[in-house]
């Protein structure tokens, strides 16, 4: 079986037992709602402009909510030995993680295509037509950097007495990097202003570079990673 093959297997198998329980998708999609509504609530009554952080309040939003599909997605594989089968089984384990990553990256925009419209609604934004191929593209840029850094760290909290603690312990300070660009190019997007949108594109630029290294990095890695 080749590479692709084996990744889309993996991906298969997430999917599968995510559709059996829905139990990540919809604590996460819960989860990101309840933000949404009392960001808007706590926000409106300051009366200050939601465009000038609306990018900062969506990216926390999503930040958190992502925390809790990549707990998850690991505790799975421990608590019903599916890893142990993982790693007996002749794949290449660099291609577990890509599998692991792509799994979370689709959950992740799952939920996301359901919570950016209610997003926009409840804090009565507006994106430009000519605007929403790079505000997708932001999003997107942000999803690989916390799908592919969560999914490196998830693994080696989960070998952890207190999993559940280590992932945000390891996890926010490594994607802070991210955050604060992802942040500037949604802002910069949502505010439609031209110096802005130079600035935005500036920071998903910076946003790729922080995505190919960390894909390199697990890639290097996760074969000791995953056998600790």
Known sequence: MSGGKQILAIIKKDIIAEL????????MLIFVILAMIIFSQAF????KSLVEFGGGLLWV???FTSML???RSF????????LEGLLMSPVDRPLIFFGKMLGNLIFLMVVEVI???IFLVLFGLNIGASLIGPFVAA??????GISSVGTLLSTISINTKTRDLMLPILFLPIIIPLLIAAVGATGG????DREQLVSAYAAMRFMAVYDIIFLLVAYALYDFVIGE
């Open 20 to 27: 059996r329980t829905k139990e990540m998708v919809i604590s």
């Open 115 to 117: 919570a950016i419209p």
């Open 44 to 47: 409106n009554a300051a009366e």
């Open 61 to 63: 939003a999503f930040l």
């Open 69 to 71: 599909g990549l707990n």
């Open 75 to 82: 505790v799975h594989e421990k608590d019903e030995g599916c």
């Open 139 to 144: 999003i997107l840029l942000g999803n690989i």
């Open 189 to 192: 997007i949502i505010s439609g």
